[in-house]
């Protein structure tokens, strides 16, 4: 709510914006350029967040193809002038000089900074059954945290945990791994469960330590999926330089914080990963890289995050807290809670309204009035659906369209009124298809 609240504010206070962000959905939603520093270049590029990816991406493919290119020709000219004398005579002294160019052009090349390599260890699969909730409440004496939730959490369900700071979000965690116990109804756990917990205030790392220290506990070796490594070739993996590795971790920075936790829990055999807000300080390439690895990821898993992007991309379903000890089971991301929850508040809010037509007619016992014959006005109704379903198809289409156009992302306000409109059109849209669907299951 805070981060939606900030968009807002910023979009509407008509003042010139930097900043600096890890936030996909939050520079996706405000930025309109971006200044990249890549290997010591400043770059612009002027379009949202999706579209600096993909021109990116592309750039960065034709420039590994171009290296490519160059390192062969290179190769072939190191075995040339490796022949020998006749390699040097006067005639040749050009593809020489040519030769030194490119030795020293490949020298200047600064490569990208390397990407962080992650891999899970796979322990033997739980049972089918993780946890159920029936009923279940929790209260701090008599401050209620939530209650009467009821839920199943099946072996490889990707489960996100979406409220407020202080909501409650590490109770309900701790709660579901049995280190609390409900105040009220039951829960049920599975069994062969090995769990691996990402603290989010990275209690497991000792801060006096070295990084090498954190990790192998004394020891030069870890293992992982079976592979005996060495401590350094390992934390390399994570983007620790040997001369990092043997630094104390409480002068590291949060991101390295983080990923030497990832690390630290990367090294132990689990098939339900526990995952406490682990997207904090992370670069965009480890988020990448981490929700790859957790999409591909066999087992359970529980996700606190605020990351609205990560979330969308990496679980299957959500506990929403909803307020006044509500906890709600959603299907999907955040982006589907939000879709989820606008046409339960549109579906409310008509019924609302219907409701004192309804009164005055009187009520009718439940099924009746859908073995009602459609009246005159209903057909009238019934046929002009179709009409207007595809008029708003059509215009959704056109907002999309506009939305995607370089010209409104330098006009905030516009921006926010195609989306306003956007989500009033699809909420109309589905409305229409409801009872267009409605109408044609009545008799005629």
Known sequence: DAIQWLEEFLLGCGKTLIFVSHDRAFLQELSTRFLELDRGQ??????????????KTAVLEAEEQQNDKFDKKLAAEEAWIRQGI?????????????????REERRQRRERQGQA??????????????????????????TP????????ILRGDKVGVIGPNGAGKTTLLRLLLGELEPTSGTVRFGTR???????????????????LDNIGNGTDFVDVNGVRRHVIGYLQDFLFSPERARTPVKVLSGGERNRLLLARLFTQPANLLVLDEP?????????DLLEQLLVSYDGTLLLVSHDRAFLNNVVTSSLVFEGEGSVVDYAGGYDDWVAQRTLAEAAASTEITDAPKREKKGTRPPGESEQKRLGYMEKRELEQLPARIEEMEALLEEL??????????????????????????????SVAYDRWQELEERPQ
């Open 42 to 55: 400043l770059t612009s590029w002027e379009c949202d967040y999706s579209t600096y990816v993909e021109r």
């Open 86 to 102: 006749k390699a040097r005579r006067t005639r040749n002294e050009g593809r020489v000089r040519a030769l030194k160019k490119m």
């Open 117 to 142: 390599r992650m891999t899970l260890q796979q322990a033997d699969r739980s049972g089918k059954l993780v946890v159920a909730l029936e009923n279940a409440g929790f209260s701090y004496g008599e």
């Open 145 to 152: 945290v939530f209650n009467s939730l009821s839920t199943t």
């Open 193 to 211: 469960q090995q769990v691996c917990y990402f603290d989010q205030m990275r209690g497991q790392l000792d801060l006096e330590k070295t990084v």
């Open 279 to 287: 997207t904090n300080d992370l670069d965009m390439d480890t988020l």
């Open 400 to 429: 999309h369209a506009q939305v995607n156009s370089p010209e409104v992302f330098s006009d905030h306000q516009k921006l926010r009124e195609i989306q306003r409109r956007l989500e009033e059109t699809e909420i109309a849209l």
